[in-house]
């Protein structure tokens, strides 16, 4: 059995919980990502059960509960009263129900977290992906800079505006949800002490803020303000915001959730897009996976928690096959164990309903990457 080489595209969420996945089973992976270096990214993100389960079977719940902050109650509330439409008992509760808790933290504590877990030289940045091809040997890449890479398999784990996907499974353009999203990291100490919840969603009739700490000492917390918009096009990551647009935007709501906004110092802007569900996504050596794949708006927190999910499935499919001439066979596979989940997130999260009243969750945290079945070998 040969060792195959496999270039992942994009050291994201996706592509790193990729190769640290492989690593664990013994296979090495290369990581090509555009960005020169990694900067601070400036947000929050909400790991569900589901995620920190997979994240855990990489050592790294620890890391990630030291550094994050567990929540005992999710609130749901209506926007102008602060009438309680749903509660979410968190805490031990539900990480004895699902394996595992649901962790709050800082982005960049999970990208380092994930990041440490690689051999040095995985990563290679400063590499743009420009070009893609394949044929019976391998997998032929080129990039902005004008370096070339063979490799046997190809993961396109570089986010909503995949060149993998362009290029192997065609040109569809991303979908603009119709919704933009504020966002900002405030330290608690701009905003009284008593206005500040441990994770809430406050659902208006066409709008919604969701707050929560992200830290273990509850120094920071972070939020995420939807309006609606009917721009068609918004460059995707890192705009900055106008906070005094966001806070005419949410006038009305209740006071408790404003004094959070208002604390705000840096506030920055973000468009929400999706695809429709895919039929396949893997051409012979190639395939995607995390938002190249099954992009979806952040209404069920579920974008990175799946791309998550995706690489531990595809990492598992990859080290049961034989060899190079088997990740072919590996990605049908992995495709086949994660379609029919993510397409019911990207439609769930679409409809921007979940836990405003009691919801099953059963079925989104309780699914276990390192235990679910893959698909007969074909
Ligand atoms: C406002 C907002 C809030 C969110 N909150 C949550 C949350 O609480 N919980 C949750 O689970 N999800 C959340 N998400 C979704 C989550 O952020 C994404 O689903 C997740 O980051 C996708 O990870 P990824 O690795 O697939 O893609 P990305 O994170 O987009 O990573 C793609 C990588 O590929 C690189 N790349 C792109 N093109 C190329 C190229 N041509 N060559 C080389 N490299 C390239 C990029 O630089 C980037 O590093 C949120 C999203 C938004 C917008």
Known sequence: MTTPSIAIIGAGIGGLTLAAALRRFGIASTIYEQAEKFGPVGAGIQLTANSVKALAGLGLQERLLENGFCPELGLNRQWDTGEITNTLEMGPGLAARYGAPDIALHRSVLHDALAAKL????????????????????????????????????????????????????????????????????????????MIEERVKWWGPD????????????????????????????????????????????????????AVLEGAEDVRKWGLFNRHPLERWSVDRITILGDACHPMPPFIAQGAASAIEDAVVLARAISESG???????????????????????????????????AVDADWVYGYDAWSTPLPEHA
């Open 119 to 194: 051999d040095a030289g995985t990563i290679r940045l400063g590499k743009r992906l420009k070009e893609i091809t394949q044929n019976r040997e391998g997998v032929a890449l080129t990039f902005e800079d004008g370096e070339a890479v063979h490799a046997d398999a190809v993961v396109g784990a570089d986010g909503l505006h995949s060149v993998v996907r362009r290029a192997a499974l065609g040109d569809d353009k991303p979908l603009y949800t119709g919704k933009s999203a504020y966002r900002a990291i405030v330290p608690t100490a701009n905003i009284k002490a008593d």
């Open 323 to 357: 060899g190079d001439g088997d990740l072919a066979a590996a990605f049908h596979r992995y495709e086949g164990a994660r379609r029919e989940r993510t397409a019911r997130m990207q439609i769930t999260a679409l409809e921007n309903k979940w836990m405003k009243t």
């Open 207 to 258: 709008r919604h803020i969701v707050s929560y700490f992200i830290n273990p000492d509850k120094s920071l917390v972070y939020f995420i303000a939807v309006v609606p918009e009917t721009i068609s096009e918004v460059e995707s990551w890192s705009q900055r915001g106008d906070k005094s647009a966001m806070l005419a935007a949410f006038d009305g709501f209740h006071p408790r959730i404003l």
